[in-house]
């Protein structure tokens, strides 16, 4: 879909299609990149050892390297749009370069929008994505969380009833006696 619009718009619009948005859009590719960044940061720390087994531990790393990848991808892709953005309007959306050899030229212009117009729909599509890799974080989060607890409980139960069938409790010699004072005797 984003190679469809990046030809599309590539061959039908101007090169100069966006020039008058072009701050717009870069402040929308930069404020999903500043989404994106603290998202990344915070889900580089979540992963903690209390009272994970092995397994879900290594089932949430791999969640959150693919969750990662996908975010770096799509920051990547924010980076791309912008530079196209601020390589188009510093060139006036124009670019002619010389054939060697030759009095002739080759008219690079449709390179910035047609770039722009792929990287920037594809953030866009990414979009949906990006909110559903959260909230699936949230539910593996969820899930070895309440696995853990129900894991700590079992285990707290088991340890109150092996005290109760413990035994009958032995008092040390003299423990409970009456101690009379020297007045008394």
Known sequence: MSTALAVIGGIYLKNDAVKDITGELITFFSIQSAVILPAMIFSAGILKPDGLELEDADRYHRALKMQMVFWVVLLALDF??????????????????????????????????????????????????????????????????????????????????????????????????????????
């Open 80 to 185: 791309i749009a912008v530079v196209a953005l601020i390589a188009g309007k510093a060139l006036a959306w124009k670019l002619v370069l010389p054939i060697f050899g030759t009095n002739r030229h080759v008219d690079l212009g449709w390179i910035f929008p047609t770039v722009l117009y792929f990287s920037g729909s594809l953030t866009i599509f990414r979009t949906v994505p990006f909110v559903q890799g959260i909230l699936s974080l949230l539910d593996l989060t969820s899930e070895m969380t309440q696995k853990a607890i129900k894991r700590r409980n079992k285990m707290e139960i088991t340890e109150r009833t092996t005290q109760k069938t413990s035994g009958k409790m032995v008092l040390p010699p003299g423990y409970g006696d009456i101690i009379s004072s020297e007045d008394d005797r």
